[in-house]
């Protein structure tokens, strides 16, 4: 048994547009991967959704889940805080592409002759 479970986020995708704001795959303790965990924006606030199917009656049901609320608790926090992570380095990266550059040299204007 486990008694620190260490969780390995990578974002898949980050959508701002609508509700769902990014996918991941969670990699715990390097022997067990969950794909298609999806970060949703709801009435309050982010939430960390497993993957999941429709049942026949219409209800979806996880496919995968953590067992306890602590455990719980832990996997959310740990995807909520590679997206977020993750939106600061974008931001970061587009602030440097939106920057004018420094060492950008300038054409000298040449005259005529």
Do not use: H
Not at 52 to 61: F, I
């Amino acid at each position: 048994m486990f008694d620190i479970l260490k969780y390995d986020v990578k974002i898949q995708s980050i959508r701002p547009e609508g509700t769902m704001k990014a996918t991941a795959t969670v990699n715990i303790n390097d022997a067990f991967a969950v794909r298609g965990v999806k970060l949703m924006e709801g009435s309050k606030g982010l939430f960390v959704s497993m993957p999941s199917y429709k049942a026949g009656n219409g209800e979806y049901k996880d496919i995968c889940f953590p067992c306890t609320t602590e455990s719980r608790k832990e996997f959310d926090k740990a995807v909520i805080s590679a997206y977020e992570q993750a939106l600061s380095q974008n931001q970061k990266i587009k602030q440097k592409q939106d920057a004018p550059m420094d060492n950008e040299r300038q054409s000298p204007v040449m005259g005529g002759i």
